[in-house]
């Protein structure tokens, strides 16, 4: 996992460096790196870089001093370059470097249409409150009439928050971002994150010693079995799933845990023939279970009731979903609680926070942050881009996946892998839960992306061919 930092963070980490002396050095080291990204995105999209046209949009500050030298840098491979001052003013010493080598300068705006790549410099990490005008009308005005254009943002697309994801109307749509040093959290935060098209970052030798404001998961990491363990040691997982209206759930979730592996399943519901008939490995009734999965396909309270004070009691590790989430009255920190955004509204709404479910989905990292903080416990909230936050707002983010888990049942798919990853792995304190929980969505995408799969039994059969392949 990889640590993301917010731009204050980033700021801070700098500064020192800065007090050195060696602030020309960095962005010299940044514009450099983003320089080759160009090259490489002109080769790849055209054949070839010599002749190409390259259009940077310069802001007053640093970041348009990036995208100043990595111009200056393109003119010396022959790419006809142009700089676009849309501040009055721009970084001095590397405007003269862009002149110098050759690079054209305006104010005007109508070569920007036309530019094989436009490289957008004018806000970084100094950026503060909303896009002023003129800026954001031409923006506008450039994007409106802008037709898959490459577009490669300095640092972050301006208009983008780096630190939460929020963004502006008028915000610059990028298909790669070149950020630089550490990772911002608001280029992986919805909405952010879909401003910033392909992200990668420039070493510039930025170091920091803060607690990061979140983890980015690309791969997951299950732990298979050992040679030593047999079907206990290995974790026996409890399913409180299904009721007599939705008995597909029970069978969805339990074999969802079986298939990506745990020791044993345990069935307590009113699906246990359907589940029986299904999943034979499933052993039903109450017994002593190292975690639970319950809630999906709404259980009956009084049994959804037994459970969560059972694991309350005991201190296991818990993922509480659909049905459940209404019960919860108090949790441990090890728990994972998975609404998707019409869920957690009715969570938000039970405590009196009034918000529309389409208010979270175009904030979901700060209606997770804010429900996990309530509760004390972890807070995923499903949808097109999941969020999972901790207690103390440490989110954990993991990379969009694919549009076919927009599919009823998925989710329980979801919480059955989740399950099985709570009963092997045993989290103790809402960190490790959460990265089972990231684990847990980065193989339910991985089910999903395998093949063209359209529904959630079919997800199933992917999660049981990756478990045999481990
Ligand atoms: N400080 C350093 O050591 C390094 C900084 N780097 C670059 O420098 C950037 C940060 O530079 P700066 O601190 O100069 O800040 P920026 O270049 O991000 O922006 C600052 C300028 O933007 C204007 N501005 C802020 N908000 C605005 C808004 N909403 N609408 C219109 N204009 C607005 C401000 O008036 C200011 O003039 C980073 O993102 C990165 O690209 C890199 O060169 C690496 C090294
Ligand atoms: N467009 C999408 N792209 C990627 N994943 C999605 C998309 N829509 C939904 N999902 C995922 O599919 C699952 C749906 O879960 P949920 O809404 O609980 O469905 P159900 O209750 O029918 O099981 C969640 O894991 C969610 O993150
Ligand atoms: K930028």
Redesign the pocket.
């Known amino acids: 996992m990889q640590p993301l930092y917010t731009?204050q963070q980033?700021?801070d980490a700098?500064a020192p460096?800065?007090a050195a002396g060696?602030?020309k050095e960095?962005?010299l080291?940044?514009?450099t790196g983003l320089a080759h990204v160009v090259v490489r995105e002109l080769q790849s999209r055209y054949g070839r870089v010599y002749g190409t046209r390259a259009v940077a949009l310069v802001?007053?500050?640093?970041?348009?001093?990036?995208a100043l030298y990595a111009l200056a840098f393109l003119a010396r491979r022959g790419v006809s370059c142009q700089a676009v001052t849309v501040?009055g003013?721009a970084?001095e010493e590397g405007l003269a470097a862009a002149v110098a080598a050759g690079v054209c300068v305006t104010t005007e705006w109508d070569s920007v249409r036309d530019a094989d790549v436009v490289i957008d410099?004018?806000?970084?990490?100094?950026?503060?409150?909303?896009?002023?005008e003129p800026?954001?009308s031409q923006l506008s005005d450039w994007q409106n009439n802008a037709c898959d254009q490459l577009c490669i943002a300095?640092?972050?697309p301006t208009?983008v928050n780096?630190s939460t994801g929020e963004v502006?109307p008028h915000a610059v749509r990028a298909t790669h971002t070149v950020t630089?040093?550490m990772l911002k959290a608001g280029l992986f935060v919805h909405p952010g994150a879909g401003f910033c098209g392909h992200v990668e970052c420039v070493d510039?030798g930025l170091t920091s010693t803060d607690a990061p404001a979140g983890y980015l998961h690309t791969t997951a990491s299950v732990r298979g079995p050992g040679e030593q363990d047999h079907k206990y040691s290995r974790g026996v997982l409890g399913v409180a799933a299904g009721s007599q209206q939705y008995p597909g759930a029970a069978v969805l979730t339990s074999l969802s845990a079986q298939n990506t592996g745990v020791g044993m399943v345990r069935y307590v519901g009113d699906a246990a023939g359907l589940v029986m008939h299904s999943v034979p490995e499933v052993v039903t009734g109450w017994g002593r279970v190292q975690a639970w999965v319950v809630g999906p396909g709404a259980p009956e309270d009084e049994l959804v009731d037994e459970v969560l004070d059972q694991a309350y009691e005991k201190c296991l590790p818990a993922v509480i979903d659909a049905g459940a989430l209404a019960r919860v009255s108090r949790a441990r920190d090890n728990w994972v609680l998975t609404p998707h955004a019409g869920e957690a509204q009715s969570l938000c709404e039970s405590r009196g926070w009034t918000v529309t479910r389409e208010e979270i989905e175009s904030a979901p990292a700060h209606w997770a942050r804010r429900l996990a903080s309530e509760l004390g416990c972890c807070v995923l909230i499903k949808g097109a881009r999941t969020v999972i936050s901790e207690p103390d707002g440490t989110l954990h983010l993991t990379p969009v996946g694919p549009a076919r888990l927009a599919t009823a049942g998925s989710g329980d798919v979801l919480a059955g892998i989740m399950g099985a990853l709570m009963a092997t792995e045993q989290p103790a304190g809402s960190r490790s839960a959460a990265v089972v929980a990231a684990n847990a969505v980065l193989l339910h995408h991985e089910a999903a992306g395998n093949r063209a799969l359209e529904t959630a039994q079919s997800i199933l059969e992917v999660a049981r061919s990756h478990r045999e392949e481990s």
Do not use: C, P, W, Y
Not at 59 to 66: E, F, V
Not at 121 to 132: D, E, F, K, N, V
């Open positions: 731009s980033v700021r700098e460096l800065l060696q602030g960095l962005m080291k940044a514009a802001g007053s500050g640093n970041n348009g001093g990036d501040a003013s970084h410099g004018i806000l970084g990490t100094g950026a503060s409150g909303a896009l002023r800026l954001a300095v640092d972050t208009g780096a502006d630089f040093g510039i």
